[in-house]
């Protein structure tokens, strides 16, 4: 594989909760994290439900990836995105579930 169309990710030691909180303060972005809590398998960039154009979608998705929440990796032509659930898990234990859960008991409220 070509390693300059391989993004770069931080370390997993040196993810942080700040960092992590400002990429899950904006919607979109936690919309991107829950779609892949959920999935049964990796999604490409363009396989998300977003509300946005993909040039604003690629800037959430670098914003994500930077945090070290997902990582991205090219499978063909196609970006594909996966959740960096073990490598936040043990770093924070139980944030992804705390995150997804009250975004969605937010939402609910709000009906």
């Given amino acids: 594989m070509d390693n300059e169309r391989i993004p770069r990710h931080p370390d997993a030691a040196s993810l942080t909760l700040q960092r992590l909180l400002e990429a899950l303060v904006d ?11 959920d999935a049964p398998a990796d999604i490409a960039c363009g396989g998300f439900d977003l509300p946005v154009s993909k040039s ?4 959430h998705f670098r914003i994500l990836r930077e945090a070290g929440l997902i990582r ?23 944030l992804l579930d705390a995150v997804v859960t009250a975004d969605r008991a937010g939402r609910a409220a709000a009906r």
């Fill in 27 to 37: 919607p979109v972005r936690r919309s991107i994290v829950e779609q892949l809590y």
């Fill in 56 to 59: 604003t979608a690629t800037h």
């Fill in 72 to 94: 991205q990796y090219y499978e063909g032509t196609s970006r594909m995105n996966t959740l960096r659930r073990p490598e936040v898990e043990a770093a924070f234990p139980g």
